[in-house]
């Protein structure tokens, strides 16, 4: 086998971990939690379906990609849940640790490649990495307003936090951000949210 090719191999096994990093948003149709590689799947067709909502013309192409890397950091840093500040204090020097071993078992064009899109979707400037954002915080939203709240409510989470910790969406999505309003208010009408 060359040099580059067990890179890669190498690089294929480490995240098959992802698998195994759950997250706090349940899957709708079995009383269980997803992991990483389910949300990123899921949030990655979103970004095809949902194209036409971003405020400015996306590379479908390169969000996709985006949304399917942005994880592979929480095989070393863990998932911080949403609403954890005081995980959030560490968060960002966690993943940049994992983001330089985990992309670091790649060939170097490809270790480069997935640093870049992985650091473009943390700072959220472009319209790619704003749209990938919106549609990393959709998707937990939605399955978890579709399940009656269950995480806000173990959680303990009130309506202003939901809206405060994701007003960034509008910036990349007015009409997903619409949704999330509106979704948001049924949840705390219906009670799932204090």
Not at 38 to 56: C, G, K, Q, R, T
Not at 171 to 189: C, F, M, R
């Amino acid at each position: 086998m060359n040099e580059r090719l067990k890179k890669q191999i190498d690089f294929i096994t480490e995240i098959d971990k992802l698998k195994n990093i759950y997250r706090q948003t349940y899957v709708l149709n079995e009383d269980r939690k997803e992991n990483d590689s389910e949300h990123s799947w899921h949030i990655a067709v979103l970004a095809f379906i949902l194209a036409e909502y971003s405020d400015e013309p996306v590379d479908v192409l390169k969000t996709v990609k985006m949304l399917l890397i942005h994880d592979i950091v929480e095989i070393d840093a863990g998932d911080t849940y949403y609403y954890d500040s005081e995980g959030y204090k560490s968060k960002r020097e966690r993943e940049e640790k994992a983001s330089e071993r985990i992309f670091g078992l790649l060939p170097d064009d490809q270790r480069d490649e997935m640093l870049s899109l992985w650091n473009e979707f943390e700072e959220r400037k472009t319209p790619e990495s704003k749209f990938a954002n919106v549609l990393d915080h959709v998707q937990p939203l939605t399955l978890n307003y579709k399940k009656h709240g269950i995480a806000w409510q173990e959680h303990g989470i009130y309506r202003n936090q939901v809206l405060e910790r994701n007003s960034y969406m509008k910036d990349g999505s007015e009409t997903l951000w619409n949704y999330v309003n509106e979704i948001v208010n049924d949840a705390h009408k219906n009670g799932w949210l204090k």
